[in-house]
């Protein structure tokens, strides 16, 4: 299916190059002089390689024709994690290479939507937002710094990110799943 460059949206698949691409980032750049251009980070499916590529706004592009699924996320392995149909019921495994550091991510009974390319699945899409723990994160020092600046955390399933100073360890906080990026502290 054609669509212009300015439709591509992150986490969408795209066919380029003879190759399947997971959009990651995305940035539209008008410059003062020309034309109008997406700047836009792919990473292969099949190899796990990045790309960045420029895409004019007027250039058409192939998505990629792929099923979106429900599944609710059962268990991993060293290998595999394995996901339940939520309507059918049936389960379906997917290599962990695939879904790279989100798998720390991923709690029992979690829905997730999969993207299948000839009943295999290629790509995982978390939810935007998930809820996470504060294990350890260092003391601020007070008078540190006049700016706020973050601080590194360990989160209660192995992500380290960067969280703001207020933030204590067992606190509740949500994260982007996209980004990796602390969003706001539950109460």
């Not at 190899?47 to 599944?71: M, P, W």
């Not at 067992?170 to 990026?181: A, F, N, P, V």
Request: proline share 4%; hydrophobic share 40%; net charge neutral.
């Amino acid at each position: 299916m054609k669509i212009t460059a300015n439709e591509i949206k992150i986490g969408m698949i795209i066919e380029h190059k003879d190759d399947l691409w997971n959009v990651l980032k995305i940035q539209h750049v008008k410059p003062g002089k020309g034309g109008a251009f997406n700047q836009v980070e792919l990473k292969s499916i099949m190899k796990g390689t990045k790309l960045n590529e420029r895409f004019r706004s007027s250039e058409n592009i192939e998505k990629a024709e792929v099923d979106e699924k429900k599944f609710n996320f059962l268990y991993s392995d060293d290998n595999n994690s394995f996901f339940m149909d939520n309507v059918n019921f049936e389960q379906i495994s997917m290599p962990n290479k695939l879904i790279n550091e989100k798998a720390k991510l991923l709690k029992e009974n979690l829905e997730v939507t999969i993207s299948l390319l000839d009943d295999k699945p290629i790509a995982i899409e978390l939810p935007k937002n998930l809820q996470c723990v504060v294990e350890s994160t260092d003391a601020v020092v007070k008078g540190q710094t006049a700016a706020s600046s973050y601080k590194p955390a360990k989160l209660d399933n192995g992500l380290k990110i960067s969280v703001p100073p207020f933030i204590a360890s067992g606190d509740k906080i949500i994260i982007d799943t996209r980004s990796l990026e602390y969003v706001k502290k539950i109460n």
